[in-house]
């Protein structure tokens, strides 16, 4: 593959990621309106996050033996995309909650095969040059999260509507599917000689090495989401914010995300993942034991927010790419780790909604500081576990 080809391709799957992280980015502020437009309490509309995760767990499954038989993985890709910008467009027009519920199911199936195709496709065009490629790739998905809520507050302060904004999304969605559908070639996974280091080895010898991975990936995204699509209705329900200010806070949250996965890109190429992780860890922890100190101060909310998204930002990325370090990554591989990411969209996002609804918006920032110490947990754990076991490859994929 020529460079040029590479280049291609990378803009691609981070073009794809941009319009990935506007189906996020939205739904937080949209979440009181989506509300009022099903009749549904705020308890209720939290299982779109159950469904729409379901979804994504179902098309993470999928995808694995997808992308290692079809060889034209940038069609299906595009094909993706286009099914997902089409039901985002038609979110604003379900007038129930099933049928609401029904939507996000579905879309939750194209997510789930952009997300293991468009990281097992980079992985794949770079090898093992792809971590700071990697940390660019969820910098793009941090950057579509910053720009969907901060459409959504233009489009109310022109006087438009939430359904407008989501429209609006899917409107640029759109050149970026074609894009991919008629983007030519499809990277295939290669050894770059890994064969005299790696001794192959069953899926047996290092499923410890993928469950420990799906752990990870599953409470970091419960926190990452919970947090991001949360804020919003936290700022709101606690009078800290009127809806224009709650949705700027949520693009405060992944502005700042986005800027962290900027910087971690130069990062990832000059630090080692676990020294990363360490920092990540430590400063995501503080910055949410500040928004649980002062729970009636939006200056402080605002500050613990913005330090939030920027030390999560690398944790994702880091994490996986960790992970590539020690296991050959093939595409069923990939989509078995990438469950425990779908795992993790499902479970806290949903006990959050039922949380506040039952004890009040304060409970949010508890959870979400729960579930992100235990990640850390976790990493130690991946650490042991990734020096006690030797460098293999997975044959017969």
Not at 29 to 43: F, M, R
Not at 75 to 80: H, K, P, S, T, Y
Not at 220 to 226: I, M
Request: glycine share 10%; proline share 5%.
């Amino acid at each position: 593959m020529t460079d040029y080809e590479k280049r291609r391709n990378t803009a691609g799957y981070y073009l794809l990621f941009i319009s990935l992280g506007f189906s996020l980015g939205i739904t937080g502020p949209a979440l009181p309106s989506l509300a009022n437009q099903t009749g549904s309490t705020l308890g209720a509309i939290g299982a779109i996050f159950l469904l729409g995760s379901t979804g994504g767990m179902l098309g993470t499954a999928l995808s694995g033996r997808l992308f290692d038989r079809i060889k034209n993985g940038h069609r299906v890709l595009g094909l993706a995309q286009l099914l997902s910008l089409t039901l985002l467009a038609i979110i604003p027009l379900a007038n129930s909650l099933p049928l609401l519920l029904v939507i996000f199911f579905i879309n939750g199936l194209p997510g789930g095969i952009i997300n293991t195709g468009a990281n097992t496709l980079l992985m794949w065009t770079h090898g093992k040059k792809a971590g700071p490629y990697v940390n660019g790739l969820h910098f793009a998905f941090g950057l579509g999260a910053f720009l969907a809520p901060t459409v959504f507050a233009q489009v109310l302060n022109l006087g438009g509507t939430y359904q407008q904004a989501y429209w609006a999304l899917a409107a640029l969605a759109l050149p970026i599917s074609l894009f991919l559908m008629f983007l030519p070639g499809s990277p295939e996974l290669r050894d770059e000689g890994e064969e005299n280091e790696q001794r192959p080895a069953n899926l047996r010898q290092i499923m410890p090495m993928i469950a420990v991975a799906m752990l990870f990936l599953f409470f970091y995204v419960g926190s990452e989401l919970t947090y991001g699509n949360w804020i919003y209705t936290y700022a709101i329900t606690l009078d800290l914010a009127d809806a224009t200010r709650a949705a700027y806070l949520t693009s405060g949250f992944w502005l700042s995300f986005t800027i962290g996965r900027a910087i971690s890109i130069p990062v990832a190429a000059r630090f080692k993942p676990t020294q990363i992780l360490a920092v990540a860890f430590f400063g995501g922890l503080a910055a949410l034991a500040l928004a649980i100190s002062a729970p009636s101060s939006l200056t402080v909310l605002w500050i613990a927010t913005v330090a939030v998204g920027f030390f999560m930002a690398p944790v994702w990325a880091t994490g996986y790419n960790f992970v590539g370090q020690s296991i050959k990554l093939t595409a069923t591989v990939s989509s078995i780790i990438i469950l425990g990411d779908s795992f993790g969209g499902v479970v806290l996002p949903w006990v959050t909604g039922q949380a506040i609804e039952r004890f009040g918006a304060h409970t949010m920032p508890w959870l979400v500081i729960s579930s992100f110490a235990i990640n850390g947990l976790i990493f130690v754990i991946m650490l042991v576990q990734s020096r006690a076991m030797p460098q293999v490859a997975l044959a017969g994929e």
